[in-house]
Nanobody, 125 residues
Framework: QVQLVESGGGLVQAGGSLRLSCEASGRTFSSYDMAWFRQAPGKEREFVAVIRWSSGDTYYADSVKGRFTISRDNAKNTVYLQMNSLKLEDTAVYYC??????????????????WGQGTQVTVSS
């Protein structure tokens, strides 16, 4: 059974940095795409970034491009989201998600089969 466990959230000032981790277990993830989504209070869950485990190819939402970096550590079966230059609008619960790789990346919530429980990121002024 696939299990995704996020960690690393917290309170940070605007302009600061945080690194989120998503530890994956339950199967071999070499054929998976791993993504981060986020959900701010009163808003819908939205795509943030995705990485193809096998190749390391990545794709980002425009709102985080140049500020966030997604990466993976094969030995630790962990995906990271390095978040720099954080803004107030980055405040949200951040979720890790996984799906078997297809030809194209997906930014759609419905495309992902497995989800973590989420970790809160709060950016203060």
């Amino acid at each position: 059974q696939v299990q995704l466990v996020e960690s690393g959230g917290g309170l940070v000032q605007a302009g600061g940095s945080l690194r989120l981790s998503c530890e994956a277990s339950g199967r071999t993830f070499s054929s998976y795409d791993m993504a981060w989504f986020r959900q701010a209070p009163g808003k819908e869950r939205e795509f943030v970034a995705v990485i193809r485990w096998s190749s390391g190819d990545t794709y980002y939402a425009d709102s985080v491009k140049g500020r966030f970096t997604i990466s993976r550590d094969n030995a630790k079966n962990t995906v990271y989201l390095q978040m720099n230059s954080l803004k107030l609008e980055d405040t949200a619960v951040y979720y890790c998600a996984a799906r078997v790789s297809r030809m194209l990346f997906s930014t759609q919530i419905s495309a992902y089969d497995h989800w973590g429980q989420g970790t809160q990121v709060t950016v203060s002024s």
